[in-house]
């Protein structure tokens, strides 16, 4: 499954990735969950800069997630971090061994292992709408089946590389409000969805199912937030997620609340 979350700065998006992964863990029981975390976000999980560290924190059972932070500063955003970013990503990619550990490769040390969940923050470094990582394609390509679920998190739907896009199963939109940006969510997802993106309220997300076109409007944010820049801590409301989470059909407005269907 490949899922997009995308929104601009500080609307949540990082948070809600960690819970969405975490949801989806608990459904089809995954292994840990992976994050490449370039900006140094995810202090309440394991997190490490080194690569071999990260490897053995793989191993070890008891974490929910664990994230490898390549640089030891976060970085600045600038296009000159790129190429770091993405030369960081194809080891980060190498170190999970993903064939290995879904058991296609010949030798597998755990052919039974669950589904993966991966969390790339700031996707963008790795992207624009006509190039993308090979690494990061060769993930979107694994994601196409239930065994793998790759979660990606951006600012602007138009920083999405145009392969990524079209293995969309799941979009994730926070509040977008340049023209240019909406004009892209238009493209992608339609009138109706760009109405609805254009007038989230902060921390509101809008999500589509790609296939089908359900939409669903997550309107309470308190339900899903963490403090992920904080402490190691336990994942919110353990086992209750989604109870109370309001959901409501954008396209006939009815209450749907517990029915969401994240992951499925
Ligand atoms: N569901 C929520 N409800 C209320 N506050 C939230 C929620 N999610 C995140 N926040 C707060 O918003 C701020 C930004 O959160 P987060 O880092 O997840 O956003 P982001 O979109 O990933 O930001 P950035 O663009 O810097 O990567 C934090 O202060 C966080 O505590
Ligand atoms: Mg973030």
Not at 36 to 55: A, C, H, N
Not at 139 to 146: E, F, G, N, S
Request: hydrophobic fraction near 35%; include cysteine; glycine fraction near 8%.
């Amino acid at each position: 499954m490949n899922l997009f979350i995308i929104g601009r700065r500080t609307q949540g998006k990082s948070t809600l990735a960690i819970y969405l992964a975490r949801f989806i863990q608990r459904k089809v029981n995954a292994h840990t969950i992976f994050i490449f975390d370039p900006k140094r976000t995810y202090k309440s999980v394991p997190y490490t800069s080194d690569l071999g560290e990260f490897e053995s924190l793989i191993e070890k059972s008891g974490h929910d997630a664990v994230a490898y932070q390549p640089f030891r500063q976060p970085t600045s955003d600038t296009e000159n971090d790129r190429d770091a970013v993405n030369s960081e990503f194809v080891a980060f990619v190498d170190a999970l061994a993903i064939e290995r550990h879904l058991g296609v490769e010949h030798g597998a040390r755990r052919p039974t292992i669950g589904p993966i969940i991966i969390i790339v923050d700031e996707a963008w470094y790795l992207q624009k709408s006509n190039f993308g990582n090979n690494a990061l394609e060769k993930l979107v390509r694994l994601a196409d089946t239930d065994k793998v679920y790759l979660i990606q998190v951006s600012h602007r739907p138009g920083e999405f590389y145009t392969g990524c896009r079209a293995q969309s199963d799941e979009l994730y939109f926070f509040r977008q409000w340049l023209a240019s940006d909406i004009e892209v969510v238009r493209e992608w997802c339609g009138d109706e969805v760009a109405g609805i993106v254009e007038t989230l309220p902060d921390h509101h997300v809008l999500r589509v199912e790609v296939n089908s076109g359900r939409t669903e409007l997550f309107d309470r944010p308190e339900v899903w937030f963490s403090n992920i820049k904080g402490g190691m801590q336990p994942s919110p409301r353990e086992g209750t997620e989604h109870d109370g989470l309001a959901t409501v059909s954008a396209s006939d407005g009815q209450s749907n609340a517990g029915a969401t269907a994240i992951g499925s």
